[in-house]
C-alpha cells in the first residue's frame, strides 16, 4: 500500500483501540487517514467509522482514496474536534465505541507551501487548520508586542530563548514584515541558533512554530473540550486513544485521563463527597506506550510520539 503519509504506531493504536466488527469508530483527527483505514479494516465488514478534520484539503484526499474501498462505512465531517460533541450525533453517531485523537500534523500539511506549517518546506506564514477561520501566524508576529510574543514562545513552545527571539522579531518588523516561514525560521536561527554540542539537536525554531500554531489554532483549549466530549460519547466498555507529541499537549491528556479515573473532586481532608463525581475511566495504558527504535528509524516523525488510552466504565 502507498501512501504519502506515514501513520504513527498503527498497531499499537489497533491494539489499544480494539476496533470490533460492526462498531462505531470516530478518528477525530484525519489527517492523512492512515489510522481511519487501519481502523476500517479492523470493523469489517459492517463497522462504520466518523472523521473529522479542520483542513479541507484533508477531508477531499482521504475521500478520494477511501472512499472506493468503504463507500458509506466512511463518514467525513470538516470540523475541527472541539466540535465533536454537535457534530457526531448529527452524523449519526451519538454513541460510539471507540474514539482516536492523533495530535501531530499530517506529511501533507508539513508538505504544503501555502499554509508554512514547516521551516523547511516554506511558503507563507499562515499555520491554519481551516484557513477560513481566525488569522495567519503572520498577522500575530506583526500586531503582537514584545512582552506578548516572548509570552506566547515560553507558554505554548516552552522556548527558553523567547524573549530574545520577540526581541529580534519586533526589531525587524519595523524595517521588513515577516510574513514566510523562510523568514521567520532564519531570525531564529541568527539570533538564538541553540547549543552545537547537543547530540541530538533539533531545529532552533521548532518551538517557535509549535507555538505559533498552537496559538493560531487553539489548540490546546480544543482539545480540552475535544477530550470531555469523547467521554459523553463513549459507550461503556468503549476507548479512547490520544496520540501527543509535546509535552503541553501530553499533560492536558494526562490530567484528564487522571481526574476521570479518580471521579470524585472534593478535597482530601472532607469525610464524605459532596461533588457527586464518579469515575468514568479506567486506565489502559500505564504507562504510556512510546514508539520502537524500528519505528522512528523508518519514520523520524514518530520519535516523540505519546500513546495513552483508557476505557469508559459503565454507569
Known amino acids: 500500500m502507498e501512501e504519502g503519509h506515514l501513520p504513527v504506531m498503527p498497531d499499537e493504536v489497533i491494539t489499544t483501540l480494539a476496533p470490533a466488527s460492526g462498531s462505531l469508530q470516530i478518528d477525530a483527527t484525519l489527517g492523512g487517514g492512515g489510522h481511519t483505514e487501519r481502523i476500517l479494516e479492523a470493523t469489517s465488514p459492517d463497522g462504520r467509522l466518523l472523521g473529522l478534520d479542520a483542513d479541507g484539503a484533508a477531508i477531499a484526499r482521504v475521500d478520494d482514496r477511501l472512499r472506493p474501498r468503504f463507500g458509506d462505512r466512511l463518514v467525513l465531517r470538516q470540523s475541527n474536534f472541539r466540535e465533536l460533541a454537535s457534530v457526531a450525533p448529527e452524523a449519526g453517531f451519538e454513541t460510539v465505541d471507540g474514539l482516536l485523537f492523533d495530535l501531530g500534523l499530517s506529511s501533507f500539511q508539513l508538505a504544503d507551501r501555502d499554509r508554512g506549517f514547516g521551516f523547511r518546506t516554506g511558503g507563507p506564514l499562515d499555520m491554519r487548520f481551516d484557513t477560513s477561520r481566525g488569522v495567519p501566524a503572520s498577522e500575530l508576529l506583526a500586531t503582537l508586542d514584545e512582552a506578548e510574543l516572548a509570552a506566547l514562545f515560553r507558554r505554548f513552545g516552552e522556548e527558553p530563548q523567547a524573549r530574545r527571539i520577540a526581541k529580534a522579531i519586533v526589531a525587524d518588523r519595523r524595517t521588513h514584515p515577516i ?137
Open 179 to 315: 510574513e514566510t516561514a523562510e523568514e521567520l525560521a532564519a531570525l531564529v536561527a541568527r539570533v538564538a541558533p541553540g547549543d552545537p554540542r547537543k547530540r541530538h539537536r533539533i531545529h532552533p525554531a521548532t518551538r517557535v512554530f509549535q507555538a505559533l500554531r498552537i496559538a493560531v489554532n487553539e489548540e490546546l483549549e480544543a482539545l480540552e473540550t475535544g477530550l470531555a466530549a469523547a467521554v459523553d460519547l463513549l459507550r461503556p466498555g468503549g476507548r479512547l486513544v490520544v496520540l501527543s507529541y509535546h509535552s503541553l499537549e501530553d499533560r492536558i491528556v494526562k490530567r484528564f485521563f487522571q481526574a476521570e479515573r479518580r471521579g470524585c473532586t472534593c478535597p482530601p481532608e472532607a469525610p464524605v463527597c459532596v461533588c457527586g463525581k464518579s469515575p468514568r475511566l479506567r486506565l489502559v495504558t500505564r504507562p504510556s506506550l512510546t514508539p520502537t527504535a524500528a519505528e522512528v528509524a523508518a519514520n523520524p516523525r514518530a520519535r516523540s510520539a505519546r500513546l495513552r488510552a483508557a476505557e469508559r466504565l459503565a454507569a
